[in-house]
Nanobody, 115 residues
Framework: QVQLVESGGGLVQPGGSLRLSCAAS????????MGWYRRAPGKQRELVAG???????NYADSVKGRSTISRDNAKNTVYLQMNSLKPEDTAVYYC?????????WGQGTQVTVSV
């Protein structure tokens, strides 16, 4: 089992920045990919960014150049730094961990971009 706890969401003005954190615990040695997803009101959940155990990353076109995913293996934590935030970035952001057998999700953290 893997437990994921997200933090760092909140209300930010357009053009602002936020850093989301996802702390993993449990059977973390089986995790080979971690990612951030989001679900905006009335829309399906979509990938924002992912990072493999080897450090390879990928990003959705909508956030490329504005966001950076990183991981601190010593802290078992994955981060999503988001800059130049736009109202369309408003969503619940979820952390996902993938092992060879299972997929785990965090509870989500709300990000609201508004004046």
């Amino acid at each position: 089992q893997v437990q994921l706890v997200e933090s760092g969401g909140g209300l930010v003005q357009p053009g602002g920045s936020l850093r989301l954190s996802c702390a993993a615990s449990g059977s973390i040695f089986n995790i080979y990919v971690m990612g951030w997803y989001r679900r905006a009101p009335g829309k399906q959940r979509e990938l924002v960014a992912g990072i493999t155990s080897g450090g390879s990353t990928n990003y959705a076109d909508s956030v490329k150049g504005r966001s950076t995913i990183s991981r601190d293996n010593a802290k078992n934590t994955v981060y999503l730094q988001m800059n130049s935030l736009k109202p369309e970035d408003t969503a619940v952001y979820y952390c996902k961990a993938t092992t060879s057998l299972h997929v785990y999700w965090g509870q989500g953290t709300q990000v609201t971009v508004s004046v």
